[in-house]
């Protein structure tokens, strides 16, 4: 993924895309630094699962500033930013719903015997290692929040 992303660059060059030149440059520049803090050397190569991880951080933060924009008052940057966003969406994996998440959170609520509110956290976090990449955490937590 990571080569793929790096190849594409030169594509949105020769097609003058400005916004997904700049989401693909910010998105290496996102692996050379996730490189570097592994303590790897900035020019290997992150795993499919690691470029995942850059990527998923990089569309939360978009989230994020779309949302301090919108209370600014921002219209032309929030156009930017879902621009931008857009785009690291197409690299990432369908998240699973709400209903999704409620259906696996009631079986691990089962499997772990968890019965009262004290061992939520337990829950969250047994949902978090099995839902990693698959599902939001804000909606896992408001599912988990929703049991009890």
Do not use: C, W
Request: hydrophobic residues 40%.
């Amino acid at each position: 993924m990571h080569e793929q992303i790096k190849n594409k660059i030169k594509e949105a060059i020769l097609t003058k895309n400005t916004v997904l030149l700049e989401t693909l440059r910010s998105m290496v520049a996102g692996f050379t630094n996730e490189l570097v803090a592994k303590g790897r050397k900035p020019n290997e190569i992150l795993t499919d699962e690691e470029a995942l991880a850059v990527i998923t951080r990089l569309s939360k933060q978009r989230k994020d500033s779309i949302e301090q924009y919108k209370k600014g008052n921002r219209e032309d940057l929030v156009k930017e930013e879902t621009a931008q966003l857009q785009i690291l969406e197409t690299y990432l994996p369908e998240l699973m719903d709400k209903s999704e998440v409620e259906k696996v959170a009631k079986i691990k609520k089962e499997k772990l015997g968890i019965s009262d509110a004290t061992k939520k956290g337990v829950l969250m976090s047994a949902l978090m290692k099995d839902l990693k990449g698959k599902a939001d955490g804000s909606v896992v937590k408001e599912v988990v929040d929703s049991l009890f």
